[in-house]
């Protein structure tokens, strides 16, 4: 004799079938966020309906941090969406995505400029940009000789070589036997490259694939190792951040340990001289990372201290992370700083921005987006 159960619900028992679109955005979020290929992100948004809308939200939403209101902002940016960003303090960022297209991005007006494919670039080791721009890319930096006009710089290829661009140009131009650049400022109207472990050139901003000249300048006596070197220009002032780290392959992490910092003394005929170790910058902080490098300072702006050195995660060769913290020149002391989700998304890393509401409309190539 067959027993049946007096349990109704026992009798149609079918396995269970999940209804993905009850799923919040916020966990689909998190989600999301331990993906570091487009791939991967790709086929999430290919769950269900819901999935595909809450992920297209989070593409085209940014996270911001005001040290003004200490305060993390959501602004919807889907220009800067699956892009390498660089930082810079004028009010644009540079973008750059592995179609090889490249932009100036007014976060703020969210308008965009035109710079050359990265392809156009003339690349003397032969390297295709296409297998992984990300990587042929080391640095991009934004700079302004006038109040209003871009020169986009880069620094590529195995030799760190450089190349420059402006809006409306149809393709990159190399600046021919300079290689082994680290970074770039502009400093009295010229521009200054710091090449090797401390050897400085300098050239024309208004011509910027002209004859360079060396500054006869040696590395500093004290630099025995040395994993990033920033260039910027601080109280009049050209100083040389050297930043150190050490790396764990099996965490895929890279954490910064230690910054020098000097300033680059000149001769009366305006030659670089000798490299002065800095252990006080006074009441300004400086900022590093992806990007330009600069100084503020701190009186104006709230929550920024001085003497102090902010900086984000830039190293891309170590598997870097979301590596962010502020240096203590005082004490030699590293602090954390805790903006977001420690999350190692490929393609971008986090960056330093200064926002302006200005941009020039002098341009025809601006567009409106």
């Known amino acids: 004799m067959e ?28 989600i999301s966020n331990q993906f570091t290929s487009f791939e991967d992100v790709t086929a999430l948004s290919g769950v269900c309906r819901p999935w595909r809308s809450a992920c297209f939200n989070m593409r085209c939403t940014q996270s911001f941090f005001s040290f003004d209101r200490n305060k993390l902002y959501e602004l919807k940016l889907p220009q800067a969406y699956g892009k390498r960003c660089h930082g ?20 703020i007006s969210q308008a ?25 890319i080391h640095k991009c930096i934004l700079l302004k000789p006038s ?24 393709q990159w131009k190399t600046v021919v036997g300079v290689n082994d650049v680290q970074d770039l400022a502009l400093f009295k109207g010229q521009i200054y490259a710091i090449c090797g472990r401390g050897r400085v050139r300098r050239f024309e901003s208004d011509d910027p694939e002209s004859a360079t000249k060396i500054i006869a300048c040696y590395p500093p006596d004290d630099i025995v190792r040395v994993d990033k070197i920033y260039l910027l220009e601080s109280s009049g002032e050209l100083l040389a951040v050297f930043r150190n780290g050490s790396s764990n392959l099996f965490e895929k992490r890279c954490k910064t340990k230690s910054f020098l910092v000097y300033m680059l003394q000149f001769d009366v005929n305006g030659d670089a001289e000798i490299w002065k170790r800095l252990n006080d910058i006074g009441d300004y902080a400086l900022f590093v990372g992806e990007g330009n490098s600069w100084s503020i300072q701190s009186a104006k702006i709230p929550n920024c201290n001085s003497n102090r050195i902010y900086f984000t995660d830039d190293n891309w060769e170590q598997h870097g992370v979301h590596d962010i913290g502020v240096f203590y020149m005082v004490n030699q002391r590293i602090e954390s700083l805790e903006f977001g989700s420690d999350s190692t998304r ?13 941009f020039s409309q002098k341009s025809e190539h601006l567009r409106q987006l």
Not at 346 to 358: D, G, K
């Open 346 to 358: 490929y393609h971008s890393r986090p960056i330093w921005f200064t926002p302006t509401l200005r």
């Open 3 to 30: 027993s049946v159960s007096t349990y109704p619900c026992l009798n149609n028992l079918r396995p269970c079938q999940p209804n993905f679109d009850l799923l919040p955005d916020d966990v689909i979020s998190k």
């Open 112 to 136: 965009q400029l035109n710079l050359p494919k990265l392809n156009t670039i003339r690349n003397p080791i032969g390297m295709p940009v296409a297998a992984d721009p990300f990587r042929f």
């Open 147 to 170: 109040e209003d006009e871009f020169l986009v710089m880069v620094i590529f290829g195995p030799r760190h070589c450089l190349a420059f661009a402006k809006p409306g140009f149809v």
């Open 88 to 107: 810079s303090p004028h009010g644009w960022i540079v973008t750059m995505d592995s179609d090889l297209q490249v932009h100036l991005l007014h976060p």
